[in-house]
T-cell receptor, first 112, second 112 residues
Framework: DSGVTQTPKHLITATGQRVTLRCSPR?????VYWYQQSLDQGLQFLIQ???????AKGNILERFSAQQFPDLHSELNLSSLELGDSALYFC???????????FGDGTRLSIL | GQQLNQSPQSMFIQEGEDVSMNCTSS?????WLWYKQDPGEGPVLLIA?????ELTSNGRLTAQFGITRKDSFLNISASIPSDVGIYFC????????????FGGGTRLMVKP
């Protein structure tokens, strides 16, 4: 158990819809990272937050957004969903930016 | 952007054999990490490397940070059935924030 909690584990929805994925980092970790894992693209970094502030952005679509709340949990919002958004979405956390990242078990998003 | 080439893509070995996999990059990294992912779970950190030339062990696993800072390898000695899974290398570049760039993974299968 990495200590990183992600909910829900599975999400099935339709094209055009909007979903919110939630992540609770390990106790004491200030940095939260979101990654997307798909068969064709592998594990891709989306975005990082540190203590509530956005720190780095990767290949994140404009339809996607995230935030980190004062209690350090984070949410990833995906809107106007397309079939190609079907993937595993992982949250990771670390104490600071240069410390190893520990991953949750992911949310599997299926778009029908 | 940075690319990580991980090889081999898959390996099917006999229990008790040693395993070697590696990653090469088109540019340098400041940190190399190795993760293992089992079905339905998130990547689990195995080894973290922080200095060029560093050789680190974790039980039967040994990893090295290449001198050029553009490569890393992971060895598993005396493989056992529970070593089955997908192994990922990941690199972090201090100049690119704290995002991790992942290799494509090595799928390891062990025949009892």
């Amino acid at each position: 158990d990495s200590g990183v909690t992600q909910t829900p584990k599975h999400l099935i929805t339709a094209t055009g819809q909007r979903v919110t994925l939630r992540c609770s980092p390990r106790s004491g970790d200030l940095s939260v990272y979101w990654y997307q894992q798909s068969l064709d693209q592998g594990l891709q970094f989306l975005i990082q937050y540190y203590n509530g502030e956005e720190r780095a952005k990767g290949n994140i679509l404009e339809r996607f957004s995230a935030q980190q709340f004062p209690d350090l949990h984070s949410e990833l919002n995906l809107s106007s969903l397309e079939l190609g958004d079907s993937a595993l979405y992982f949250c990771a956390s670390s104490v600071g930016g240069h410390q190893p990242q520990h991953f949750g078990d992911g949310t599997r998003l299926s778009i029908l | 952007g940075q690319q990580l080439n991980q090889s081999p893509q898959s390996m099917f070995i006999q229990e008790g054999e040693d395993v070697s996999m590696n990653c090469t990059s088109s540019s340098i990294f400041n940190t190399w990490l190795w993760y293992k992912q089992d079905p339905g779970e998130g990547p689990v950190l195995l080894i973290a490397l922080y200095k060029a030339g560093e050789l680190t062990s974790n039980g039967r696993l040994t990893a090295q940070f290449g001198i050029t800072r553009k490569d890393s390898f992971l060895n598993i000695s005396a493989s056992i059935p529970s070593d089955v899974g997908i192994y990922f290398c990941a690199g972090r570049d201090n100049n690119a924030g704290n995002m991790l760039t992942f290799g494509g993974g090595t799928r390891l299968m062990v025949k009892p």
